[in-house]
């Protein structure tokens, strides 16, 4: 991005000798500076946390809102904007066909609309990236949509300031052999890791899940899981002490 700070960064149709969309580039960057978002697939279903910062500690934990079923890192009002025109689609797409829209079709509706604010002068692209999970038939599947508008299905994702760290632990799990019991811990785990209180303001957990025990519906981590899963994070992790034996030397 040599020729940052010149003229090819003010549009989108502007391409610079680099070959980047610096628009989107500095959407990319704007992530970095949000809470930490991670999704994972198990055999049995998704799970989804979010690191909700609190920018004082005068402010109501309830009034910091973050999606999880289709979970947002980034900028608020373009989350918002984005989840409002996934409502839509799957209302539309259900009034047509009489049933639940499917995860990749809300993806790569979503994702289309996402790119399209990519490729108009009048319009800057939106400011986050998305991770959506849900079912398809029996299968769970999970997806993210970055800022460009592409979308990839994954095992599991991570957006937002921790996700390189995040990404590391996730590729960790054994995801095919775990529960979203199990699921729910790790990713707590993985949320109070990358969590840097040095530098960061408080933050709140917020974990949720759509799977076989709930019935395939979206629904909110049970309190007691959630305690149990923050209680896990916390813990410091064991090291294997190594104790040494003193040497004896012989005495003369």
């Known amino acids: ?71 947002v890192a980034g900028l608020g009002a373009d989350g918002a904007r984005i989840f409002a025109r996934a409502k839509s689609e799957a209302a539309k797409y259900e009034n047509m066909f009489s049933e639940p829209i499917p995860v990749k079709e809300l993806v790569e509706r979503v994702a289309s609309y996402v ?23 029996d299968e769970p599947e999970l997806y993210m949509i970055e800022p460009s508008g592409i979308s990839y299905r994954y095992y599991g994702a991570a957006i937002g300031k921790g996700k390189q760290a995040a990404k590391t632990h996730i590729e960790k799990l054994k995801l095919s052999d775990m529960t979203c019991r199990e699921g729910v811990l790790e990713v707590a785990k993985i949320i109070y890791k990358v969590h840097d209180e040095a530098k960061d303001k408080g933050f709140e957990l917020e974990l949720s899940w759509v799977c076989n025990e709930s019935e395939r519906i979206y629904q909110k981590i049970p309190d007691e899981l959630l305690e149990e899963a923050k209680s896990a994070a916390r813990l410091p992790s064991r090291k294997t002490l190594i104790t040494k034996r003193p040497v004896e030397l012989p005495f003369y």
Not at 9 to 26: A, C, K, N, T, W
Not at 29 to 57: F, T, Y
Not at 115 to 137: A, D, E, K, Q, S
Request: proline share 3%.
């Open 1 to 71: 991005m040599s020729s940052a700070g010149s003229i090819d960064d003010l549009s989108v149709r502007i391409f610079p000798p680099d070959g980047y969309v610096f628009q989107i580039e500095y959407d990319a960057e704007a992530l970095q500076n949000n809470g930490s978002v991670v999704g994972i697939k198990c055999k049995d279903g998704i799970v989804m946390g979010v690191e909700k910062l609190k920018a004082s500690k005068m402010m109501l934990s309830d009034s910091v809102h973050r999606r999880t079923v289709m979970a």
């Open 115 to 137: 790119h399209l604010y990519t490729l108009h002068w009048l319009c800057r692209p939106f400011g986050c990236g998305v991770i959506l999970g849900g079912y398809y038939g």
